[in-house]
C-alpha cells in the first residue's frame, strides 16, 4: 500500500510541477512569432520521445555527490524521482498544450482580445476553452510518468520503504522469481491507470457534452 | 458632429511577408457615424479593421484617439473602447448568458451589473429565451445575435463589424440588418462596417470606403460613391454596368462631346479636350425604344444610339438588356416594359440617355474628380 501511495505521491507532485510549467509555455509558444520558434518547437517534440533512461541518466549526474547539485544530497530520494519524472512530462505536457492552442481557431484568438483581454486574462480564456484538450495532456503525462521504469529506478534506488514505488517493485519480484507478487503488483498498476484514465476521460465527456 | 475624430489612421502601411496588405494614407471614423468598409475578397478590409482593433501592428503608420496619438503597445485602456464581430461568432464555450457577459466579466464588473447589462442586450437581439441554453445548440442566426450582442454589451466607443451577416441566409441577413442599422442609429454608436455586399453598405452606411488591393480608392457618401464613382474599379464594383472607355473630342460651355469608338456622346463635363475618359453610365438610366432615329430626336435626352439586341436576362420584376452597339450596352427595363415591346435577340433598338446621365472619370487623375 505504501508503494502504491509513494507512486501517486511521486508521479502527482511531478505532473502538477509539469502542468505548471509546461501549460503557459504551451500556450506562449502556441501564441507567440519569433526568431527561433521552430527550433524550440523541435525540441519539445523531440523532448516529447525523450528515453526515460537518458533523462535517469542525466539527473544522476546532475545529483550525484560528484555533481553541479551534489551538496543537496537528493539522489536516491523521492525528490530525484519527482525531478526525473518532471524532465520527462514536461516536453508532453508542453507538446499537446501547443497542439491545442494552435487547434483553437485564430479568430477566436483575436476575439478573445478584441472583447478587451488582458494578456493574463487571454491566457485564462485559451486554457479554459482549449481544456478538454488540456486533460489530455494531463492524461498523457501522468500515464506516461506512472508507468515509467528506467529513470525512477536509476535516480530513486528502488530502496524499500523509501523510494520503492510501483513499477520498481513489479521489476524486483520479476528478478527475484515472484512472479505472482509481480503479477499482482502489475494488475494493479493497470487498475490504477484504468481508473485514473476513466476519471479523465468521464470529465472531458462530461465537458463536452 | 465632433470636430475631432474619433480615430484617425495617418500613413497607414501593413505589409506581410513582404506584400504590402495596406497603404492607405489617411482615413478617419468620426463620432457616431457607421463608416462601411467595402471591397472585394483580399481588398484588405478585415486586416484594416484588425488594425483599427489594434489587433495588429503596422510597419508604419499613426493612429489617433480623439487627437490623442496612440503608443505602441497599445494600452488596455484604449484597447478596450474598441470591440469587434467577426464574420463567424466565434462562441465561446458555455452558455449564451456567460458570452454575452464575458466582456463585462473582464472589465471587473460582477453580479447584478453585468445581470442588467446582459438582459437588455439579449432582449434586444430577442434571445432572452436562449440565455441559459449552450452555444452548441444555436442556429447561426441565434449564434451572429450573440455576437453582436457579446460585442455591443461592453458598449464600445467604436464598433467594428466584420461582415458579420455574410454567412447567414437571407431572410435571416435582412431581418438582422434592418435591426442592427437599427440599433447603431438608436444608440448613437460608432460602427466601421466591413463588407462585400454593397447594398448592405449602402443600407447602414453613412459613409462608405472602398478598398481595392490595399488602396482606399474612394471615401464618401454612399450616393457619392454610387453616381460620382472616382475610379473605373469602384465605378465596376458599384455595378455602374456600362464603364467604357473614351476621349473628350469637344467641350463648350459644360458640355462635352465623347468619342467611343465610332459613336459621339454628349455629357456635362469640364474635362478638356483630347483627355481620355472613362464613361459611367447606370442601365437604369437608358431608355429602350423600337422606332429607328433617323431624324434628329424630339426628346430632351442628347444621346441616342441604335443597336441590336445580343442578349436578354430577367432578373426578377426586371430585364437586362444587352445591346451591341458597337460596343456592349448594359440597359435595365422592367419585365413588364420587354414584354410590351415583345424584345427578342436580333431586334433592333434605340438607346436614349441624357447628358446628365453620364459619369466622366479623367483616366489617370482620380485625385481631381
Not at chain 1, 494531463?138 to 510518468?145: E, M
Not at chain 2, 470636430?3 to 497607414?12: A, K, S, W
Not at chain 2, 468620426?30 to 481588398?43: D, M, P, R, S, V
Not at chain 2, 467611343?260 to 437604369?284: F, H, K, M, N, T
Request: contains cysteine; neutral net charge; glycine residues 8%.
Amino acid at each position: 500500500m505504501a508503494i502504491l501511495w509513494l507512486s501517486l505521491e511521486v508521479s502527482g507532485v511531478a505532473i502538477l510541477f509539469s502542468m505548471v510549467v509546461g501549460v503557459p509555455l504551451g500556450v506562449w509558444l502556441g501564441i507567440r512569432r519569433f526568431l527561433g520558434r521552430g527550433l524550440l518547437v523541435t525540441l519539445v517534440n523531440t523532448g516529447m520521445g525523450l528515453p526515460p533512461v537518458v533523462v535517469g541518466l542525466f539527473v544522476f549526474l546532475l545529483l550525484a555527490r560528484s555533481g553541479p547539485l551534489g551538496s543537496f544530497e537528493l539522489l536516491y530520494t523521492p525528490t530525484a524521482m519527482v525531478i526525473a519524472q518532471v524532465i520527462i512530462a514536461t516536453p508532453l505536457v508542453i507538446g499537446v498544450t501547443l497542439a491545442a492552442i494552435q487547434g483553437l481557431d485564430e479568430r477566436l484568438r483575436l476575439q478573445i482580445l478584441s472583447l478587451g483581454a488582458s494578456p493574463l486574462q487571454y491566457f485564462w480564456k485559451l486554457v479554459i476553452e482549449a481544456r478538454l484538450s488540456l486533460l489530455a495532456a494531463l492524461a498523457a503525462g501522468f500515464g506516461s510518468i506512472i508507468s515509467e521504469v528506467g529513470a525512477v529506478m536509476m535516480v530513486g534506488g528502488n530502496l524499500r520503504g523509501e523510494t520503492r514505488v510501483m513499477t520498481t517493485a513489479i521489476v524486483l519480484e520479476t528478478r527475484q522469481g515472484d512472479f505472482s507478487m509481480a503479477i499482482a503488483l502489475s494488475l494493479i498498476l493497470l487498475l490504477l491507470a484504468l481508473l485514473i484514465n476513466w476519471l479523465f476521460t468521464w470529465l472531458q465527456q462530461r465537458r463536452a457534452l | 458632429m465632433n470636430p475631432l475624430p474619433l480615430l484617425q489612421l495617418e500613413g497607414l502601411r501593413y505589409a506581410q511577408g513582404g506584400r504590402t496588405i495596406l497603404d492607405i494614407p489617411a482615413l478617419e471614423v468620426h463620432e457616431g457615424e457607421t463608416l462601411a468598409i467595402l471591397g472585394a475578397t483580399g481588398a484588405g478590409k478585415s486586416t484594416l479593421l484588425r488594425l483599427m482593433n489594434f489587433l495588429l501592428t503596422p510597419q508604419q503608420g499613426l493612429f489617433r484617439w480623439r487627437g490623442a496619438s496612440v503608443p505602441r503597445p497599445v494600452p488596455l485602456s484604449i484597447r478596450r473602447r474598441v470591440a469587434m464581430a467577426f464574420q463567424e461568432p466565434l462562441l465561446f464555450q458555455g452558455t449564451v448568458f456567460q458570452n454575452v457577459a464575458y466582456g463585462l466579466a473582464l472589465r471587473g464588473l460582477r453580479g447584478a451589473t453585468i445581470q442588467s447589462k446582459v438582459d437588455e442586450m439579449l432582449h434586444l437581439f430577442h434571445i432572452d429565451h436562449l440565455r441559459h441554453r449552450s452555444t452548441r445548440h444555436l442556429s447561426g442566426g441565434e449564434a451572429q445575435r450573440t455576437a453582436l450582442a457579446r460585442a455591443l454589451v461592453i458598449e464600445p466607443e467604436l464598433l467594428l463589424l466584420d461582415e458579420p451577416l455574410a454567412s447567414l441566409d437571407l431572410p435571416t441577413k435582412e431581418q438582422l440588418a434592418g435591426e442592427l442599422k437599427h440599433l447603431l442609429g438608436r444608440r448613437r454608436l460608432t460602427c466601421a462596417y466591413v463588407t462585400h455586399d454593397q447594398e448592405e453598405a449602402v443600407a447602414i452606411a453613412d459613409r462608405v470606403a472602398v478598398l481595392e488591393n490595399g488602396h482606399l480608392e474612394q471615401l464618401g457618401a454612399p450616393e457619392e460613391i454610387f453616381f460620382h464613382p472616382r475610379t473605373p474599379f469602384v465605378a465596376r464594383f458599384v455595378r455602374t454596368g456600362n464603364v467604357l472607355p473614351g476621349v473628350v473630342e469637344h467641350s463648350q460651355e459644360g458640355l462635352a462631346v465623347i468619342r467611343l469608338q465610332e459613336r459621339r456622346l454628349e455629357a456635362v463635363s469640364d474635362i478638356p479636350v483630347g483627355r481620355q475618359v472613362w464613361i459611367c453610365l447606370r442601365p437604369e438610366d437608358i431608355l429602350l425604344s423600337r422606332e429607328e432615329k433617323s431624324a434628329p430626336s424630339r426628346d430632351s435626352a442628347r444621346n441616342h444610339l441604335a443597336g441590336v439586341i445580343t442578349a436578354l436576362r430577367p432578373n426578377g420584376p426586371t430585364t437586362q438588356v444587352t445591346l451591341d452597339c458597337g460596343f456592349p450596352l448594359l440597359a435595365l427595363i422592367t419585365r413588364r416594359s420587354a414584354l410590351d415591346l415583345s424584345l427578342a435577340p436580333g431586334d433592333r433598338l434605340v438607346a436614349s440617355f441624357k447628358a446628365t446621365a453620364l459619369h466622366l472619370i479623367e483616366e489617370g487623375d482620380t485625385e481631381k474628380r
